[in-house]
């Protein structure tokens, strides 16, 4: 029955959990608020926040749990991938606490364990399973065929599907952190009332940086042509006035093409591989447009469909104390010269 600590520091959320056996005790996360003046996370800043807030996240955490530090069997944080100055803070505080208590380190990789996530709460997905996978930084679709032995059977080529959500929501004038703000004016639009290209990328892999750029033209021609032109064709004041007059509906088919691009993919992986029970993760999967089309699929193509509780959809400690947990009974331990990676061996090849 190992009891688990573990920290989650990747970017701007700083976090602690606690397992007993897989089953999560307590999951604290302290936000960091101070990016929102910047439009975007500042990785300095973000580092000094993960400094102040780790010791009373982790104490929290522990407090909650009503768990020892000398009960703890391993610590678990988050080896790669991320900003490197906060993962330096968590990999440095996970490892004086491992050493200091003489027990076993347990590196974890981000996407690893926005995977399973799934795994944290009943009804839990059995293997294989495929798992669509999409944050600010990742877009994969990963084929489970046990907690550790997972595959990415497909990724983007170049940005993320979030950071498409996110630029969008730059290029429109909204606020940072922009992709819920999409999601929440989108509920409001038309998806049909703009149509934006789908990209040809073969296989099972993804491509946004053709969308982004058809995006920008469209909003810098005020709505009046989706061609390429260097030549804009609207003044900034009648753009200003298209994006405040036509929001919503701007938002929804953004939205709208974002989702199917997405569920297509998903769906070719089902048939590719025979694998129906469907999951997705990450941050983008709390999109409540990419649910919806998730679930109606799913339905209608007959899956087993799954997607985490809110809170572990986004940057959580959960996460890591349930990859922890399975790392753990694999006896798969880090020694003490691992070292935080910003990118971090993933690919397409087994975690």
């Not at 330096?88 to 996407?111: C, E, N, T």
């Not at 038309?190 to 033209?217: C, D, H, M």
């Not at 900034?236 to 709208?256: G, K, M, W, Y």
């Amino acid at each position: 029955m190992p009891i688990i600590l573990a920290i989650e520091s990747s970017c701007d959320e700083t976090a602690a959990a606690v397992s007993v056996d897989g089953r999560i005790v307590s999951n604290i996360v302290a936000t960091q608020k101070i990016h929102e003046a910047y439009g975007g996370v500042v990785p300095e800043l973000a580092g000094r926040a993960h400094m102040q807030h780790i010791v009373p996240v982790v104490d929290q955490a522990l407090q909650q749990s009503g768990i020892q530090k000398d009960q703890l069997d391993a610590i678990a944080f988050t080896q790669a991938p991320g900003l490197i100055g906060s993962l330096l803070v968590g990999a440095q505080f996970a490892k004086s606490l491992a050493l200091s208590l003489q027990i076993p380190l347990i590196g974890v990789h981000h996407m690893q364990a926005h995977v399973l996530a799934n795994l944290i709460d009943e009804p839990k997905p059995a293997f294989p399973f495929l798992c669509l996978t999409v944050s600010g930084g990742h877009t994969q679709i990963v084929l489970c065929k046990s907690p550790v032995d997972l595959e990415v059977i497909g990724e983007t080529i170049d940005d993320a599907a979030g950071e498409a959500f996110d630029k969008t929501a730059k290029m429109l004038g909204l606020p940072y952190p922009g992709g819920p703000l999409i999601d929440q004016y989108a509920r409001e639009g038309n998806p049909q009332a703009f149509r934006f290209p789908e990209p040809a990328v073969p296989g099972l892999n993804f491509s946004f940086s053709g969308l982004k750029t058809s995006i920008l033209y469209f909003l810098n021609n005020a709505g009046e042509s989706m061609l390429y032109r260097e030549k804009l064709l609207a003044s900034p004041e009648d753009r200003t006035a298209f994006i405040r007059n036509r929001l919503p509906d701007i938002c929804a088919s953004v939205q709208h093409r974002i989702v199917s691009i997405l569920v297509s993919k998903l769906s070719q992986a089902v048939l590719q591989t025979g694998v129906t029970r469907v999951c997705i993760a990450g941050g983008v999967s709390a999109n409540s447009g990419l649910r919806q089309a998730f679930l109606q699929t799913g339905q209608s193509e007959k899956w087993e469909t799954f997607i985490p509780r809110f809170e572990y959809c986004t940057d959580n400690a959960a996460m890591i104390a349930i990859t922890g947990h399975y790392k753990y009974l694999n006896r798969q331990f880090d020694d003490f010269s691992v070292s935080p990676s910003a990118r971090g061996s993933w690919g397409n090849q087994h975690a």
